[in-house]
């Protein structure tokens, strides 16, 4: 047997290169793009038609700068015509960025300013015939301003920047924190953090702006349906039973007016006022006591926490409209017991948020 060894070194001829490439097209009219694939990509240049893979430098290059003129030429589908625009020519009340995140300095009523990781949400209205924004203009706004001790009034400026830089009628920017603030036990007198979950907004519609501070309180709930029933095992029965009491969870939000100052603490103050048994951050045996016998003395339904909270916030003049959401986590039940209460027009709604109160849980 003869075995005929290819020539590997030997240069094909240009009549040998040229079967192979009709061997080549040939076998690609007739392969899956998945074939191609598999075998090289280039391959379906070859097809007629196709327009050749250009020679493409893969060196990143670090010495390349963007003069004014190259930018000029970038390509910004967000801004181009009407025509791009999928789906119905519909106004956007909405559009914009969420969870964007940087450190801002704010004022607090007891312990000067206080620098804290806050989480920005950025929104326009968008007309039906504008396909999109440069969402980026957004965060630059806000870097802007973002140097500046923060206040609703520079709240204002950023809004006011990029609605401008974005032709926008309607806006609004929201900023979530975690607010810090230190607390005293009960009886013992040691003191710990305790953490609030504060929002600000600023909405702008119809060229009217309105103030939203958003917070969460959370507190223990003794059902007093529950209480009395321990109570008649206890006289009638020598039973020794113990009510039921849950974590529970306040979201206050609260439209604020006039030109006085509503502080973080002022906010946390009136929940304290309305439903005195907040969870504890530092607890001895002696606090743990106190706080069974603050919550007898404060038995408290989710309907009575709805309506203490509303009682405290109708008589503070720096707050309009509100809304208060309520959620007792029950021990007793398998569901949540909750409530909602608004006033004024800034929170009515007919629909609900399927979700809403799954927001309520407090995980610590």
Same mark, same amino acid.
């Given at each position: 047997?003869?075995?005929?060894?290819?020539?590997?070194?030997?240069?094909?001829? +240009?009549q040998?290169a $040229?079967?192979?490439?009709? /061997?080549?097209?040939?076998? @690609? %009219?007739?392969?899956?793009? #998945?074939?191609i694939?598999?075998?090289?990509?280039?391959?379906?240049?070859?097809?007629?038609?196709?327009?050749?893979?250009?020679?493409?430098?893969?060196t990143?290059?670090?010495?390349?700068?963007?003069? +004014?003129?190259?930018? $000029?030429?970038l390509?910004? /589908?967000?801004?181009g015509? @009407? %025509?791009?625009?999928?789906? #119905?020519?519909?106004?956007?009340?909405?559009?914009?960025?969420?969870?964007?995140?940087?450190?801002?300095?704010?004022?607090?009523r007891?312990?000067?300013?206080?620098?804290?990781e806050?989480?920005?949400?950025?929104?326009?209205?968008?007309?039906?015939?504008?396909?999109?924004?440069?969402?980026?203009?957004?965060?630059?706004?806000?870097?802007?301003?973002?140097?500046?001790?923060?206040s609703?009034?520079v709240?204002?400026?950023?809004?006011d920047?990029?609605?401008?830089?974005l032709?926008?009628?309607?806006?609004r920017?929201?900023?979530?924190?975690?607010?810090?603030?230190?607390?005293?036990?009960l009886?013992?007198?040691?003191?710990?953090?305790?953490?609030?979950?504060?929002?600000?907004?600023?909405?702008?519609?119809?060229?009217?702006?309105?103030?939203?501070?958003?917070?969460?309180?959370?507190y223990?709930?003794?059902?007093?349906?529950?209480?009395?029933?321990?109570?008649?095992?206890?006289?009638?029965?020598?039973?020794?039973?113990?009510?039921?009491?849950?974590?529970?969870?306040?979201?206050?939000?609260?439209?604020?007016?006039?030109?006085?100052?509503?502080?973080?603490?002022?906010?946390?103050?009136?929940?304290?006022?309305?439903?005195?048994?907040?969870?504890?951050?530092?607890?001895?045996?002696?606090?743990?006591?106190?706080f069974?016998?603050?919550?007898?003395a404060?038995?408290?339904?989710?309907?009575?926490?709805?309506?203490?909270?509303?009682?405290?916030?109708?008589?503070?003049?720096?707050?309009?409209?509100?809304?208060?959401?309520?959620?007792?986590?029950?021990?007793?039940?398998s569901?949540?017991?909750?409530?909602?209460?608004?006033?004024?027009?800034?929170?009515?709604?007919?629909?609900l948020?399927?979700?809403?109160?799954?927001?309520l849980?407090?995980?610590?």
């Amino acid at each position: 047997m003869n075995i005929h060894t290819p020539e590997i070194d030997r240069k094909p001829s +240009e009549q040998e290169a $040229a079967e192979a490439l009709a /061997l080549l097209r040939q076998w @690609a %009219s007739k392969a899956s793009d #998945a074939e191609i694939d598999r075998l090289d990509p280039a391959v379906g240049g070859l097809l007629p038609g196709a327009v050749p893979y250009p020679d493409l430098s893969r060196t990143y290059p670090a010495g390349f700068e963007a003069d +004014e003129a190259y930018k $000029a030429s970038l390509p910004d /589908l967000q801004n181009g015509p @009407a %025509s791009l625009i999928k789906g #119905a020519r519909q106004q956007i009340q909405h559009v914009g960025i969420s969870n964007f995140r940087l450190p801002i300095r704010f004022h607090t009523r007891d312990n000067g300013d206080l620098t804290l990781e806050t989480s920005v949400t950025g929104t326009v209205s968008l007309e039906a015939e504008k396909k999109g924004i440069n969402m980026s203009r957004i965060m630059r706004s806000f870097y802007n301003h973002a140097e500046r001790t923060f206040s609703f009034g520079v709240i204002e400026a950023a809004l006011d920047d990029y609605k401008s830089d974005l032709e926008s009628l309607d806006a609004r920017i929201q900023m979530r924190l975690s607010f810090p603030m230190r607390v005293t036990s009960l009886r013992s007198g040691l003191q710990g953090y305790q953490y609030y979950d504060i929002a600000l907004e600023l909405i702008e519609q119809a060229g009217a702006r309105k103030k939203i501070m958003h917070l969460d309180y959370v507190y223990s709930s003794t059902c007093p349906c529950s209480l009395e029933l321990s109570e008649h095992a206890r006289r009638t029965r020598g039973q020794l039973a113990t009510p039921h009491s849950q974590r529970s969870v306040a979201r206050l939000s609260v439209e604020i007016v006039g030109a006085q100052c509503l502080w973080f603490e002022d906010l946390i103050d009136l929940c304290r006022a309305a439903v005195p048994t907040e969870t504890q951050v530092m607890v001895k045996r002696e606090d743990e006591q106190a706080f069974a016998e603050l919550n007898a003395a404060n038995p408290i339904f989710v309907e009575d926490a709805a309506r203490s909270f509303c009682g405290e916030l109708l008589k503070d003049k720096r707050i309009g409209d509100f809304r208060v959401v309520a959620s007792h986590q029950e021990s007793l039940h398998s569901h949540d017991a909750v409530s909602i209460l608004t006033h004024g027009e800034t929170f009515a709604a007919q629909s609900l948020d399927p979700r809403l109160f799954n927001t309520l849980y407090h995980a610590g």
